[in-house]
């Protein structure tokens, strides 16, 4: 028996409606590429997300047709947000610190048709577009007056010429929610860059977990900053919760140094900001040299690489709260969020973070487990660690035009090629990329682990670990170390740094000094790289 | 294009399989009819679950057959919440206040199949098995130690016995998730009583509503009191969000005065309760003439009936936070939320108390609106009042079988039946029912605020104000009135009453005293009953 209740698909035009409604003075503060600060509201928003559904019908895109975009986060690309896909079509946010030849490869694969870029990415796009074949459209995020003259660009539009001609009287069109809405390419450093699809119903199912008490933990009395890119993963889903929520929005443009976000947080009265933990070190650097403080900040969410506990401390010094998330492109990206349970309120500082610490647990609406190599799930200790698996509302089912093979086991869990243990209580620990993960005598090191300490000694820059074939053990660990300038540290004095650190078969074998570790756009040590610039490198075998 | 997005069902079983992964040793509290206490975990929950749905498929019972509850919060009811919904059958939660033709009539016309019941309730089932034709099991929420000898109730088993002969390890099937999971009746002061049908998606997607922020803000730090029963629309669908969030539940049974209720807080550290009026009456009286305190308790949810400013004042200081609701049997029934908004946070105290005395305002997933009498929407002034209307993902289509017409207006809002204004921040204020408000000169009177007034005297036990015909006004308020004990005014002196308090024209026509005003299972007035006993009432007219 069907209920009787009514029937609307969740879709992402509902949330700009809803923000327009009953939040209409909510306020999207952004720094703008042209520098200054600019302030409107979820109405001005909704509007202006009319218009731009409207000047893609003019253009004739059709249901589906994907809008691409090179953008800081500001209130224009949020328009776009709701625009493209409020509209029915698929909107493509680039990485513009990707390689050229990986940008022209990506907006070939997706076949954009139309492509808005902040005028700061003018070089880029110059430098790219004739051999993007499939984009019709040029669109720069500026007014008329802004619009960079004789760009070499066929018939580039200023957005505000571009939306300015339509009259903002649009009515968002009723489709099937599991249709596509955006895409995200993933950072590609193995084989050919692969997107995940999102749908309509897995963008507004992880807005709502998302902004739960124990996510982000959004609300009409917030003020929100997301530092993390909203071409990073849709800034974690943050612009599609702030308009379920109401908050406040704050969007730093291309503005991301300490300073500015400082000034930022300060100035807009921010109450949770989200980002990485690269971005993180640069503000915590600005307020310790400035002896500055956070008035209103409560609360930062990490994720993207893990927080350390000094990073943790040093929040938690300041009066902010840090919440570990966890999660990856082909997860919405958030799999999990490390808010406290009740029984750790009574524990003693440092033992609540070291729960903290932890990437965090299932949010509902994604589950995940922990399989060893048969295939069979592995127990919550906090210990064991396996291959971690997920499953759920807003998780891929596979990868674009079905590329890059079913990333799917034969029970629907996606294999998110992370390594990691969960405990008792359900909080996910990552230990190591799948593929990075050194197998030594039938046990497994985590080349995190490893690397780690290596970077806990004064005289190094960075340093690698990987596995390296071995006659006995199948692997045996190595570090690749970058040594801080004017620094020295001799081989044998590393490898004796370990000695109560680890057990004696996790310590590295071999270490090999180098200049530099080849890094991704997202600042990734591309570790498949290192391998094969070691392809000849022989482990000087003594057991 | 569809996005490649995993597509699963949004179903009920998977809260209970979510809270038992992730929140195992979540903690259920809850004071049994026995008297005791009784403590249990989400991990108990979802294995007795399972046994609930396999001892339903032991009696061949069939996916959406109806299983009907007479029984107060505890968790026997919990798992059945979870054990008839998950396997694919339909909660049938009986008011078991109604009058007995009144619960014979719903059971058969649900076609109830199965009845559970706390043995508390016996009587009431003794008295009515006989004409319910449709029961073909009956089972008393208890273990064989306090099951009735010689009930009369044919086959009658424990529930311990029932779900004891079953294994704990059952697939909950996969199904459409538009299938219906429960559903309630409506109280029914008018006409017969019409049910309301929810689904599996439309309960989930209310669940994560609620559990917002802005809604009633669970997390897994809290632990939460719902004293609003399971038999009242879901107890206001905490029991889901519960399970969604992991987050403590405490369930109060049968004992709801106020030291019960204030000793259950103490005890076990509640932060959040929810419940109507009446009841937190009780619990203030209590708390007050003990000169006690809440140790924990930050917040407390109420609907079901307008919060008084004195009863806000009271939990206020008191350290409570009130947080205002809205909503209906047809709404799931969470419509609206009373949270401030940032713009709130400056105000001065009284201020904040006059936005938080309204119903509150939209969550995402159901808009609203006040039209007049032509269906246009009116204004957000906060002033102008029309009929309330509703829309969303968890607002009945329908009623039950189809029966009592279509609630829907042409462009799908359901008419809720209330009179309301909505003002700039999207707050509501619920005015009066369409069928009570009083026609006066082509101008609305409020019937509610007019007997809030005289209710306000001192020798006013309970008035109610209705409208009568009137030659040239169409129709004017009179008030009837019940006196409080010993206590004398009168007509001329009440009338007099409202002299600075509301226009001249607002004022009513005339005082009837009675001994008695009728009242509904739910406790509210029944304003057709007193129309119908002053059907030959002519009012004496002088204008």
Redesign the interface.
């Known amino acids: 028996?069907?209920?009787?209740?009514?029937?609307?698909p969740?879709l992402i035009s509902?949330?700009v409606?809803?923000a327009e409604?009953?939040?209409?003075?909510?306020e999207i503060v952004s720094r703008r590429v042209e520098g200054d600060l600019h302030r409107c509201t979820w109405r001005d928003v909704a509007a202006r997300s009319r218009q731009v559904a409207r000047a893609l019908d003019a253009q004739g895109l059709q249901?589906?047709d994907r809008v691409a975009t090179l953008a800081w986060n500001g209130y224009r690309h949020l328009e776009l947000y709701f625009g493209v896909s409020g509209s029915g079509r698929?909107l493509h946010t680039i990485n513009p610190k990707l390689p050229a030849e990986q940008l022209i490869w990506i907006a070939n694969h997706a076949e954009d048709r139309v492509l808005c870029f902040d005028v700061s990415f003018l070089p880029l796009v110059q430098a790219i577009h004739s051999k993007c074949s499939t984009i019709l459209h040029y669109v720069a995020l500026c007014d008329d007056a802004h619009l960079p003259a004789d760009s070499g660009l066929p018939g580039l539009v200023s957005y505000e010429s571009w939306i300015g001609r339509q009259p903002a009287d649009y009515e968002w069109p009723v489709f099937?929610e599991?249709?596509?809405?955006s895409m995200c390419y993933t950072s590609g450093t193995t084989g050919k860059p692969k997107a995940?699809?999102?749908?309509?119903?897995?963008t507004i199912?992880h807005a709502?977990?998302v902004?739960?008490?124990?996510g982000f933990?959004?609300?009409?009395?917030?003020?929100v900053l997301p530092v993390v890119p909203m071409f990073h993963v849709n800034a974690w889903g943050i612009p599609y919760s702030a308009?379920?929520?109401?908050?406040?929005l704050v969007l730093p443009g291309p503005a991301m140094d300490g300073k500015s976000i400082h000034d930022m947080i300060e100035n807009e009265q921010v109450t949770c900001a989200a980002g990485v933990p690269t971005i993180w070190q640069m503000l915590l650097a600005h307020v310790t040299s400035g002896d500055l403080r956070f008035s209103t900040l409560n609360r930062t969410v990490i994720g993207g690489a893990a927080c350390s506990g000094a990073m943790l401390e040093r929040f938690h010094h300041l009066g902010v709260d840090v919440l570990h998330a966890w999660g990856m492109t082909e997860t919405s990206p958030c799999g999990t969020l490390g808010?406290?349970?009740?029984?750790h309120?009574a524990l003693p500082a440092e033992e609540r973070a070291r729960v903290r610490l932890k990437q965090g647990?299932?949010a509902?609406g994604v589950?995940m487990r922990v399989v060893g190599s048969d295939g069979e799930e592995i127990a919550w200790d906090g210990k064991t660690f396996g291959d971690l698996q997920v499953?759920?509302?807003?998780?891929?089912?596979?990868?674009?035009k079905?590329e890059g093979g079913d990333p799917l086991d034969g029970d629907?869990w996606?294999r998110t090629g992370d390594v990691a243990t969960i405990d008792e209580?359900?909080y996910l620990q990552i230990t190591d990329r799948t593929k990075d993960v050194i197998k030594s005598g039938g046990e497994w090191i985590s080349s995190i682990a490893i690397e780690n300490i290596a970077m806990s000694h004064p005289a190094v820059h960075m340093a690698a670990c990987i596995g390296v074939p071995h006659p006995k053990w199948d692997e045996r660990p190595i570090i690749v170390v970058v040594k801080r300038p004017g620094m020295e540290v001799a081989a044998a004095n590393l490898i004796g740094f370990y000695e109560d650190k680890v057990a004696k078969w996790q310590r590295p074998d071999d270490v090999i000094f180098v200049d530099a570790i080849p890094l991704g756009a997202t600042g990734k040590m591309l570790k498949n790289k290192l391998r094969e610039m070691l392809r000849d490198y022989v482990l000087p075998v003594s057991a």
């Open positions: 028996m069907l209920a009787s209740m009514q029937n609307h969740l509902s949330l409606t809803f409604r009953h939040h209409r003075d909510g249901f589906s698929v099937d599991n249709s596509a809405s995940a699809v999102y749908s309509h119903r897995s199912l709502y977990a902004a739960l008490p124990d933990n959004l609300s009409a009395t917030d003020s308009a379920l929520t109401g908050c406040k808010a406290l349970k009740r029984k309120l647990r299932s509902y589950d499953k759920g509302h807003w998780v891929i089912q596979e990868y674009f079905g629907g996606f209580d359900g």
